[in-house]
């Protein structure tokens, strides 16, 4: 099959917390090269075991303004007095190269990016199979508390609510098969017909071989 250049892929998956975004990712991760995490700026004050440009680009706050009021963020977000938010320039050039990039952002941040750069996105929504489940991974992962396990669940009606803003909702009942289905959803977004950046010099010249017969 003939591989043309083409302009890479937006791929913004979202889920409530433990119905498995995080899984596939390291998964899609794992399993294609072409396709890597989109690396947030912020103002939080890094943490120890952090690494700047690895798990965020690490700016002051008058930085983060500058940025923004000059219009050059993708979209933007307060948590808890910090500013998070991505760079424009930094997605522009990956690409612009044909490389695709996967966003963990929420629906608010979805509904920004929407917003400016609607035509390179592919959007996915992931649903537990059912409530019982998700609060089975919730207290699984042994990571919060029986309060924190009960906010994250009234957090995911609020979450599931926004699912008809997606271009596709999966239920993960099966990682592998979900894993799969994420990978057919990118394989067909990069084969759209607008990101074929020389499909219409390819089809020029096979006009072209043609009117060449006489």
């Not at 889920?15 to 998964?27: D, T, Y």
């Not at 998700?134 to 009234?154: C, F, H, M, N, P």
């Amino acid at each position: 099959m003939m591989d043309f250049a083409r302009r890479g892929v937006m791929l913004v998956i979202a889920s409530p917390s433990g119905a498995g975004k995080s899984s596939i990712s390291r998964q899609l991760f794992a399993q294609d090269p072409n396709i890597r995490l989109s690396v947030s700026i912020t103002t939080r004050t890094r943490r120890t075991d952090e690494i700047d440009g690895t798990h965020y680009h690490f700016i002051d706050v008058p930085t983060f303004e500058k940025m923004r009021d000059r219009g050059e963020l993708l979209e933007w977000a307060e948590v808890h007095g910090n500013y998070y938010a991505t760079p424009r320039e930094k997605v522009e050039e990956r690409l612009s190269t044909g490389k695709d990039i996967l966003f963990d952002i929420d629906y608010q941040g979805t509904l920004q990016l929407y917003e400016n750069c609607r035509e390179d996105m592919v959007t996915v929504f992931i649903l537990p199979p059912s409530i019982a489940e998700l609060r089975a991974r919730l207290e699984r992962r042994a990571q919060d508390s029986v309060g924190t396990i009960e906010k994250r669940l009234r957090n995911a009606r609020k979450e599931m609510e926004h699912y008809s803003e997606y271009d596709y909702v999966l239920v993960n009942e099966d990682l592998e098969q979900s894993v799969q289905m994420v990978r057919s959803i990118l394989a067909s977004a990069r084969l759209q017909r607008g990101r074929q950046t020389k499909l219409e010099g390819f089809v020029d010249e096979l006009k072209a071989q043609i009117d060449a017969l006489g």
